[in-house]
T-cell receptor, first 111, second 115 residues
Framework: GQQLNQSPQSMFIQEGEDVSMNCTSSSIFNTWLWYKQDPGEGPVLLIA?????ELTSNGRLTAQFGTTRKDSFLNISASIPSDVGIYFC???????????FGTGTRLQVTL | DADVTQTPRNRITKTGKRIMLECSQTKGHDRMYWYRQDPGLGLRLIYYSFDVKDINKGEISDGYSVSRQAQAKFSLSLESAIPNQTALYFC??????????????FGPGTRLTVL
């Protein structure tokens, strides 16, 4: 099946630092979604992108639809301890709105 | 109260046993999904249902079956559990109307261990 590769796999940062992560694919997509999974919980949607080049912010989070439509980026500014978790990109593959998730980026924030 | 609930939250079972995981939602959504999560593999779709009479296989349906008993309930069964079905299982729901159908709401997950 379609693979969405996320990098980095994991990152350890200090509180206050900015974070960047990305998601790449070999195929073109029309939608990119970014989810966050807190420890012991299900994923929660952070940001949805619906057109090439789109940039959308949600508080300290900013996500961008890559111009090739094969990738997307998520940035977190001024990280805080509650940013800890796993971040997943996702998009729709095939028919009938089937959501495919990326491999995830695990974020750890140290004080 | 949680909008999407899953029971049980944790389950340990033995190889060959039949297991049912249950999902209920109060969001009034038509669409429901079952995913499994393994370390390093993200979430993978097992089955999905767009209404009570609609059942569709996902990416990894072998060894699983589902039942949509009502709009609000979608259960996942492992007829004969095997150790490589040890994983975290998530139920999700979404609305039928665009673009809201893009947003899937997840339950808290069920951690299943097959010995």
């Amino acid at each position: 099946g379609q693979q969405l590769n996320q990098s980095p796999q994991s990152m350890f940062i200090q509180e206050g630092e900015d974070v960047s992560m990305n998601c790449t694919s070999s195929s073109i997509f029309n939608t990119w979604l970014w989810y966050k999974q807190d420890p012991g919980e299900g994923p929660v949607l952070l940001i949805a992108l619906y057109k090439a080049g789109e940039l959308t912010s949600n508080g300290r989070l900013t996500a961008q639809f890559g111009t090739t439509r094969k990738d997307s980026f998520l940035n977190i500014s001024a990280s805080i301890p509650s940013d800890v978790g796993i971040y997943f990109c996702a998009t729709f593959t095939g028919t009938a709105s089937k959501l495919t998730f990326g491999t995830g980026t695990r974020l750890q924030v140290t004080l | 109260d949680a909008d999407v609930t899953q029971t049980p939250r944790n389950r340990i079972t033995k190889t060959g046993k039949r297991i049912m995981l249950e999902c209920s939602q109060t969001k009034g959504h038509d669409r429901m999904y079952w995913y499994r999560q393994d370390p390093g593999l993200g979430l993978r779709l097992i089955y999905y249902s767009f209404d009570v009479k609609d059942i569709n296989k996902g990416e990894i349906s072998d060894g699983y079956s589902v039942s949509r008993q009502a709009q609000a309930k979608f259960s996942l069964s492992l007829e004969s559990a095997i150790p490589n079905q040890t994983a975290l299982y998530f139920c999700a729901t979404s609305d039928r109307t665009a673009p809201a159908y893009n947003e899937q709401f997840f339950g808290p997950g069920t951690r299943l261990t097959v010995l």
